[in-house]
Nanobody
Framework: QVQLVESGGGLVQAGGSLRLSCAASRSIFSFNRLGWYRQAPGKQRELVGAITSGGVTNYADSVKGRFTISRDNAKDTVYLQMNSLKPEDTAVYYC??????????WGQGTQVTVSS
């Protein structure tokens, strides 16, 4: 069983920054895709962005130019750097990992609240 543990959420003012971390319980080389999703109250969970095993990234249009996903293979950790945060970024953020066999794992989520 794979465990993904997110950290780094919190309360920040609009325009501020946060960095989320997602630590995996096994080598992230075993995943072909690592992603971040978010879910705001009353809304469906949506993809924020993802990074493939080859380092290719993609982002939701709403966060392009503000958010950056990166990975530290030595620490088995994926990060989400969030800059220029807006109140509409308020949500629970979830880490997601997909193996080459298409097994999918989720973290427990971390709350991000952006005040105006």
């Amino acid at each position: 069983q794979v465990q993904l543990v997110e950290s780094g959420g919190g309360l920040v003012q609009a325009g501020g920054s946060l960095r989320l971390s997602c630590a995996a319980s096994r080598s992230i080389f075993s995943f072909n895709r690592l992603g971040w999703y978010r879910q705001a109250p009353g809304k469906q969970r949506e993809l924020v962005g993802a990074i493939t095993s080859g380092g290719v990234t993609n982002y939701a249009d709403s966060v392009k130019g503000r958010f950056t996903i990166s990975r530290d293979n030595a620490k088995d950790t994926v990060y989400l750097q969030m800059n220029s945060l807006k109140p509409e970024d308020t949500a629970v953020y979830y880490c997601n990992a997909r193996t080459f066999a298409f097994d999918v794992y989720w973290g427990q989520g971390t709350q991000v609240t952006v005040s105006s």
